[in-house]
């Protein structure tokens, strides 16, 4: 089956949350320097995260069949500070505790190039139960948090902080299929078509 897009991304969730909508996708990993600007929002560090992850694909399949190349980033916001993926264990265990007895913000942003840059920003409200650090603790080690932004897997095991989720399942996986749908509709890619 031949790709509809190129996808800038290592992330497993976003082949299969791409895979689950129908759209086929070619894999470009891309690296791109992940810091924050001083005082830059965290809306516009998804947004111009999934833009510089987008315009690095473009870059590498520039010699390639001409498709659309997607980037998304995700990130978990607790009082506008932006929890990155854990460095180590104790990172890790210090984020649940943030976390813990808490709501905080998803912002999932999804950038699409084709013969323009278009860009769309899914924001959820993810609430938390209390987490004891022995919890945090066994959840760090079942090694799910690795290489979660904010140290958990909402369809994973951190499942089980979770008591309540206002906006995007998806988005808070890390790809909010809404608002990708929208902006490959209107490349011409309808989802759910083969």
């Not at 920003?121 to 760090?140: C, D, G, K, P, T």
């Not at 690795?146 to 988005?171: C, W």
Request: hydrophobic share 40%.
């Amino acid at each position: 089956m031949r790709p509809s897009i190129y996808l800038a991304s290592h992330s497993p969730r976003r082949r299969e949350l791409l895979m689950q909508i129908g759209v086929h996708h070619t894999v470009i990993g891309v690296t791109v320097d992940e810091t924050p600007r001083p005082h830059e929002a965290p809306a516009e560090y998804v947004i111009r995260m999934a833009l510089e992850k987008a315009r690095a694909g473009r870059q590498a399949t520039s010699q390639r069949t001409p498709l659309p190349v997607m980037g998304s980033d995700t990130a978990v916001v607790v009082n506008q500070r932006i929890l990155g993926k854990p460095r180590d264990r104790q990172d890790a265990i210090e984020m649940l505790m943030q976390l813990s007895d808490t709501c905080h913000k998803v912002l999932s942003g999804v950038a699409l190039i084709g013969q323009k840059e278009e860009t769309r920003l899914s924001v959820s409200q993810v609430h938390f139960r209390a987490i004891s650090e022995e919890e945090a603790i066994a959840y760090w080690k079942s090694g799910e948090p690795a290489d979660k932004a904010g140290g958990y897997a909402i369809q994973g095991k951190g499942a089980l902080f979770v008591t309540r989720l206002e906006g995007s399942f998806s988005g808070v996986m890390g790809l909010p299929l809404f608002e990708t749908g929208d902006l490959l509709r209107r490349v011409g890619i309808p989802p759910l078509h083969e």
